[in-house]
């Protein structure tokens, strides 16, 4: 080859150190490769062999870089190992740190991805109710990403972000002062999602409104009412109000009283408060706590009794309730003890006859 062509000048360096660099280059990209494939898949490997989740993800993130980074990354180091001084370093430069920021990018992004995933496998069912939340968050934190890496790369070009920052943050209060109420929603559901007051299928009431959870949206929770309506409310509205979770409960208390008669044996009063416990016992997955003589009414002598039920089920409070009171009823027909009812006694003094 014409040595004068190969002293010939682009940018700064000759067309023979150019050749050197490109050379160097290739190799570089050549053993990067190779790196590349070894490394990640004894990391796969490893990863698989492990119960720990989090090197499964690192292992996931780091297989995702791409060849463009791996071709970047050997131009960087060519660069740096022959070119000194030359005019196109910093534009070289600049174009691998661009790179770098979109390879840290799509990490990110591939981070954000499979740990949503992940943690959508790990969570079954409860996950699966939560899909909106998750795919809203993921989105969040992409979005935040990319714009920081847009702001790098302008900052990169020397272009000055302060201005731009600025702006961002006025504009960002203004929206936030327009859509203030949707604002309030939205963080609202996110409230919902992590500290979990209710999930779907719950049953709550709150005042004057009660139903199971449907759906829980971005601005507004969906409520199926026992009657069969949809009862729609926005998530902050929810949050501010007292809501009763009888989904939620381990265990349901029940109390009632019955009464029985003035006329009643003293002994016989003496016993019903024992015949309630048996009855109580008797019946499965129930708690007695206890039974007694409470007061003396208008027209009855009345006990109150407490007990238990250990399955929250409002159907199996209600089935137990039910066997209760027919075995009471049946209890005080064969001891022949009457229940009370609303009664009124008068008396009426005898007058002396007139003298005719």
């Given at each position: 080859m014409d040595q004068a062509f190969l002293d010939q000048s682009f940018l700064g360096l000759s067309v023979l150190r150019w050749g050197?660099?490109?050379?160097?280059?290739?190799?570089?990209?050549?053993?990067?490769?190779?790196?590349?494939?070894?490394?990640?898949?004894?990391?796969?490997?490893?990863?698989?062999?492990?119960?720990?989740?989090?090197?499964?993800?690192?292992?996931?993130?780091?297989?995702?870089?791409?060849?463009?980074?791996?071709?970047?990354?050997?131009?960087?180091?060519?660069v740096e190992i022959l070119l000194e001084g030359a005019p196109a370093i910093p534009i070289i430069l600049q174009i691998v740190f661009l790179g770098l920021l979109f390879q840290?990018?799509?990490?990110?992004?591939?981070?954000?991805?499979?740990?949503?995933?992940?943690?959508?496998?790990?969570?079954?069912?409860?996950?699966?109710?939560?899909?909106?939340?998750?795919?809203?968050?993921?989105?969040?934190?992409?979005?935040i990403l990319w714009s920081l890496m847009m702001l790098l790369a302008l900052d990169n070009f020397g272009?000055?972000?302060?201005?731009?920052?600025?702006?961002?943050?006025?504009?960002?209060?203004?929206?936030?002062?327009?859509?203030?109420?949707?604002?309030?929603?939205?963080?609202?559901?996110?409230?919902?999602?992590?500290?979990?007051?209710?999930?779907?299928?719950?049953?709550?009431?709150?005042?004057?409104?009660?139903?199971?959870?449907?759906?829980?949206?971005?601005?507004?929770?969906?409520?199926?009412s026992l009657s069969g309506e949809q009862i729609v409310i926005s998530n902050s509205d929810l949050l501010s109000s007292r809501i009763r979770n009888y989904k939620s409960m381990f265990e349901r208390r029940a109390q009632f009283s019955v009464g029985v008669t003035y006329d009643t044996p003293h002994e016989k009063l003496q016993a019903i408060s024992g015949w309630l416990r048996e009855i109580v016992e008797a019946q499965e997955d129930i708690r007695f706590d206890r039974a007694h003589l409470k007061s003396f009414g208008d027209f009855a002598i009345i006990y109150e009794v407490v007990f238990y039920a250990l399955q929250p089920a409002y159907a199996f409070f209600m089935d137990t309730q039910e066997s209760i009171y027919l075995a009471i009823h049946k209890r005080f027909e064969e001891e022949r003890v009457e229940f009370a009812f609303p009664t009124q006694t008068i008396h009426i003094d005898s007058m002396p006859k007139r003298a005719e």
């Open positions: 050197e660099m490109l050379g160097l280059w290739l190799v570089i990209a050549v053993v990067l490769f190779l790196i590349r494939r070894i490394f990640f898949s004894r990391l796969s490997t490893l990863a698989e062999r492990t119960k720990n989740r989090l090197d499964s993800i690192v292992a996931e993130v780091l297989k995702g870089t791409r060849s463009f980074f791996i071709i970047l990354l050997a131009l960087y180091f060519s840290v990018g799509l990490w990110g992004n591939d981070l954000i991805t499979l740990s949503a995933r992940r943690y959508a496998e790990s969570n079954g069912d409860e996950a699966k109710a939560r899909v909106t939340a998750i795919k809203a968050i993921s989105l969040f934190g992409k979005l272009i000055d972000i302060t201005a731009l920052v600025a702006g961002l943050g006025i504009g960002s209060i203004a929206i936030a002062l327009a859509v203030q109420n949707i604002l309030q929603d939205i963080l609202a559901y996110i409230s919902i999602i992590f500290d979990q007051p209710f999930v779907y299928g719950d049953y709550l009431v709150m005042g004057d409104y009660s139903g199971t959870v449907e759906h829980v949206g971005l601005k507004t929770t969906r409520i199926r």
